[in-house]
């Protein structure tokens, strides 16, 4: 079970980053000629990259079930 946790969590860390920028992009796709469109950068930066790490949580816990399950249907 900790191995699934840290297999799960080690995948989220890794795809955070890629989220994040994906996140960047749309968010400065849709707010058009704004001078400054993050008055405080450092708070979307946080709130960002937790936000980011909860979508990649969706997408990584079932990724290590899905590998999990065909490593062992390999091996047998």
Same mark, same amino acid.
């Given at each position: 079970m900790l191995s699934f946790i840290c297999s799960g969590s080690?995948? =989220?860390?890794?795809?955070?980053p890629l989220v994040l920028v994906r996140m960047y992009y749309w968010f400065i796709?849709?707010?058009g000629a704004e001078?400054?469109?993050?008055?405080n950068p450092w708070r979307a930066l946080f709130f960002g990259g937790a936000i980011a790490f909860v979508f990649s949580c969706l997408i990584a816990f079932p =990724?290590?079930?899905l590998i999990q399950w065909l490593v062992r249907k390999w091996r047998s």
């Open positions: 080690g995948l =989220a860390l890794i795809l955070s796709s849709d707010i001078p400054n469109p993050f008055p =990724a290590v079930i």
